[in-house]
């Protein structure tokens, strides 16, 4: 197949790769390239085919649109959504490229194989929600070489047949359950490369906007009783706090309590720390 070409740009312990030469049809291998090629190549989606100006992919946390981790190796869960997918044929792949600091967050590689652990990035039910089969390649990480604040996972999925029909509307492409480190502080997570392909034969790209976020990994708010979770009144003293410069309340570290540490006391409501 001409397609195959491309699996030269992924790595050799590729499970996708592994899905392209054990035989899957002709138009997967297709998608696959289509995603490959946009998610590595620097036109990125320069050669568009199938216009949805109004589909938008980003990132959010589990329970709201933000972020925040506690820190310490806690579990900081981020969705992958996609917003208004309206073209005719509907969803069939995609691919995304996130940036973040190794710093601050991580992707958990108990092997150091630069693969993600099995469970750490996971395909949420939008691909898949209209009854077609899902197929999802490794979760891969790169470092950049030339700066050690930035590390890169890439995750890819593609559906197998042309029936039934591929999914339309808004969902949840994945989840990436990053891992916090040992420090406080801002974490930038970068959507860098987005490719969704259509239920077409020849796997057009779906234009799309994409829009980055800041987590927050932060203290955890059991600062009431020390039982090991975050509950309203935990919440309470931090608002009682509020323009102090109290320790324990000060939960993002920047020598004041203020609206930022409020917020993240709710968003860690009955969390465990």
Known sequence: MQGLRFLKLLPE???????LHFGLLGKIAAFCTTLIFTTFSPLSLGTVFAQTTTTKVYLAGAQSTSIVGIVGGH?????VKVDNITNTTGLAAFS????????????PDSDNNYIADTGTVKV??????????????DGFIDKDLADSTKKYLTFTC???????????????????????GSSVGLAPLNL???????????????????ANITATVAKCADVVGND??????????????YYSNDP??????????DISDVAIAVAEYYQTC
Do not use: W
């Not at 090991?228 to 706090?241: A, C, F, G, H, M």
């Not at 324990?248 to 309590?257: H, K």
């Open 13 to 19: 312990k590729s499970s996708l790769r592994g899905l």
């Open 75 to 79: 579990t900081m869960p981020v969705s």
């Open 96 to 107: 995304f490229k996130i940036g973040y600091n190794p710093n601050l967050v991580s992707i």
């Open 124 to 137: 949420g039910p939008f691909l898949g929600s209209s009854g077609k089969q899902v197929r999802c390649g």
């Open 158 to 180: 593609v559906t197998l047949g042309a029936t039934p029909a591929a999914p339309t509307g808004s969902g949840i492409l994945a989840t990436v359950n990053f891992k916090t």
């Open 192 to 210: 860098v490369k987005v490719g969704l392909a259509d239920n077409t034969a020849k796997s057009n790209l779906i234009s799309a906007a994409t």
């Open 228 to 241: 090991n979770r975050v509950l309203i009144e935990d919440i309470v003293y931090v608002v009682n706090k």
């Open 248 to 257: 324990p309340a000060d939960l993002d570290g920047s020598g004041i309590v």
